[in-house]
């Protein structure tokens, strides 16, 4: 490999899946004074393993990665993504990565590799000293947490507001995020800054609230309104007049209803005092079962004011 690294790895690469990279590798770490055609070989040798073979075996993609970090920091990026976002899809070892790059001072590279890891903050606060663009874009990767998304937002717009002074910016901050108002970032400003400046989004943010309330109070108006509807009608049922026929039978026994006493629904279902409380009572319990229980000791039941659940007529 020292020798004639160029037609080492052309052998190797004629080799395919033949000989395993893994294997290779203590062959293949560049000596202290190495020249750059040797170590151009090897990484075209570990290329064409992940690209070409796919291969996924960790210890060949960190090696390329340190190899990339050191002499090749261009192709980093791309490869860190066409790896993925996520900790269970990249072949390389993500911590052993981020020791490389943080020595290399690859911030971009650090930035991906905090959120790779879920270290969403540590990603935004580190792309915040280098790109905002980045940092906006790490701030919408953690997407099924709402309350996460808006802290990583507020970090961004307290970085525009207190670093870069740039209120203008600090506004448009607000509309990319969706998940900040105008009253989360106030407390970042100076005081001497004047309320002329953010007008429009004190504003635009009042008569969110505005609307907001008056929703709530239809909402509220409706229910109100149903309430009374039901409450109406409860007490029609109360005083509705029957006519009971003499054959009409217990949905319970199938005994004529008269033959015992018994309960008539609103519905026109009729059902023996005793067979109701037999189907009632093992569904209830504490207060509602000692109160049924007591009912039926002294059989002044009172009429029903309300139709049972899934109660309606069969249609035979
Ligand atoms: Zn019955
Ligand atoms: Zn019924």
């Not at 980093?76 to 990249?90: A, C, K, P």
């Not at 052993?96 to 969403?120: F, N, P, W």
Request: charged fraction near 25%; hydrophobic fraction near 35%.
């Amino acid at each position: 490999m020292r020798g004639v690294p160029g037609a080492f790895v052309d052998l190797l690469v004629h080799q395919q899946n033949r000989v395993s990279p893994s294997r290779l590798l203590p062959s293949l770490l560049l000596p202290e004074a190495f020249n750059m055609e040797h170590a151009r070989e090897v990484v075209r040798y570990l290329e064409h393993c992940i690209f070409v073979l796919d291969s996924h075996e960790t210890a060949v993609h960190n090696y390329l990665l340190y190899l990339y970090s050191s002499l090749y920091p261009e192709k980093l990026l791309t490869y860190l993504e066409n790896q993925g976002d996520s900790i269970l899809e990249v072949n390389f070892d993500p911590r052993y990565a981020l020791t490389v790059c943080q020595e290399a001072g690859h911030d971009q590279a650090c930035v991906r590799l905090y959120s790779i890891q879920g270290l969403h903050e540590e990603a935004v606060d580190l792309a915040l000293k280098t790109d905002i663009d980045l940092a906006k874009s790490m701030a919408n990767k953690p997407k099924e947490n709402e309350s996460m998304c808006k802290k990583l937002w507020l970090k961004i717009a307290k970085h525009v507001v207190q670093e870069e002074k740039d209120i203008g910016r600090a506004m448009e901050v607000l509309q990319e995020s969706g998940l900040i108002k105008i009253e989360d970032i106030l407390p970042f400003f100076p005081d001497f800054v004047t309320i002329d400046q953010f007008k429009d989004a004190i504003c635009a943010s009042l008569e969110d609230y505005n609307r907001h309330m008056h929703e709530l109070q239809e909402e509220m108006e409706e229910a109100t309104g149903s309430t009374e509807r039901i409450r109406k009608e409860i007490s029609k049922l109360k005083n509705k007049p029957f006519v009971i026929k003499g054959n009409e039978k217990c949905e319970n026994c199938g005994v004529p209803a008269m033959m015992r006493a018994f309960y008539a629904f609103p519905c026109s279902h009729f059902f023996h005092q005793d067979c109701l409380v037999d189907q009632v009572l093992p569904h209830l319990h504490g207060p509602s079962k000692s109160k049924v229980e007591d009912l039926q000791v002294n059989s002044i039941v009172p009429f029903p004011t309300s139709v049972p659940d899934g109660c309606t007529k069969p249609s035979s």
